[in-house]
């Protein structure tokens, strides 16, 4: 899921901007976001593994850092899903007009808002065996523009760009920085749009079958797997075009593919990238669902919203989002071609915000579980704490970043008008349970640990140095508290 919310509109439709301002040294700034996204998936998963509810991170910032922490969180979050979908189904009306440019691009919107609807009403089974196949048909595809980058480099295919192919182009027009530092900088709004998504994972949580166990599996891989993804096809296009004919006017992912002899490759390409589009409204709408049920749960949202299907579906969530949607339906008809960037620009200020309440949360949880000396985590967040504070300054960096340029800054007065709504709703609506921390269930369990006397031969215990069972099992619970404070 979190492959499929990630990898998409950021990648197909939005890496020729990221290059465009930063040139080759682009893929700095994706090692660095990547890095970024890894340290807060990880303390995502700590608090998902001791805490596995659907609310996730919004339920994590109530219960650590306070209500309106939560409060704030969960409908940022939402706000976020509802622009990152906006976005995907304007592209979505953008693919579909390479084939039909004839129809009006908000017909196709409107179409694929309400057959997205239907999936997501249907059980949580089947819109997970489409995201499956969804983000299957994505990967299988970056993958193999990959190994055909390749091919043309190493091999000497065709190369329709008319350009020298290797590593050289790295390094030409204008070296590896040609913009300098602040290219770097001003390329990591782009980026974290494009990393954005990667967190549903933690809103899986309250429907996963074994958390435990799938949780951090999921969360180890999928951010390195989008690191990959993201560092190597971009490395690959710029070595067979110079960075700078990467201008977004044609695509370089088909320049790929029909280097490889394929024909109709930009049909192929408007596949996948439609495929892309559908994945990520998918699962957008289902994370902004989760989060509005969550919401309700807390007392931060209409009741409404905590009611479900047979099938567990928070069905009013689903429709709430999918009416939302209806919006991006006029904002495709009265702004039909700034509307991508601004709402990448909007998406990106509220991605960030919830990565640092997501941190800020997990912060304020290894502090209690110090002082209360708690169970260990079974998840921990590696390089605890330096990890969790150099993430909190890069995206402080990336908050300033778009107030700087120029332009992304309406994005920030957005985003700011927004937190002061929510502020205002808050204290002047929320009442009751709204206003209390959320009281979470902690399922950490204590580390098993053999006790002395099941690895002593059963011969070793019949001479003098035997001990009764109530001397074993007083050492056993002894070595169970040892090992609980040791961890």
Known sequence: MALGSAIGTGLFYGSSAAIQTAGPAVLLAYMLGGAVIFLVMRALGEMAVRHPVAGSFGQYASRYVGPFAGFLTGWTYTFEMFVVALADVTAFGVYMGFWFPEVERWVWILAVVFVIAAVNLASVKVFGELEFWFALIKIIAIVAMIVGGIAIIVFGFANPTGHETGAANLVAEGGFAPNGLW?????????????????????????????????????NSVPVRILLFYVLALTVIMMIQPWNTIDGEASPFVSIFSGLGLAGAANILNVVVITAALSAINADIFAAGRMLHGLAEQGQAPRAFARTTKSGVPFLTVLTMVGALLIGVLLNVWFHDQIFF????????????????????????????????????????????????????????????????????????????????????????VRGAGRRRMELVDVTAAIPVIPVTAAIPVAAQDGPAAVDESEAAGDSDDEFERAGESR
């Open 342 to 429: 601004l709402i990448a620009a909007l998406a990106t200020f509220a991605t960030v915000v919830v990565w640092l309440m997501i941190l800020i949360s997990h912060a304020r949880m290894k502090a209690e579980i110090k002082r209360r000396d708690s169970l260990p985590s079974e998840f921990p967040a590696p390089f605890w704490p330096v990890g969790n504070y150099l993430a909190m300054g890069v995206i402080g960096l990336v908050i300033v970043l778009i107030g700087v340029i120029p332009d992304s800054r309406a994005a920030l007065v957005v985003g700011a008008i927004w937190i002061a709504v929510l502020a205002i709703v808050y204290f002047g609506f």
């Open 183 to 219: 290219g770097v900088l001003a390329s990591l709004t782009i980026v974290m749009f494009a990393f954005g998504g990667t967190e549903v994972i933690g809103i899986t949580a309250g429907e996963a079958e074994n958390p435990k166990k799938v949780l951090p599996r999921a969360i």
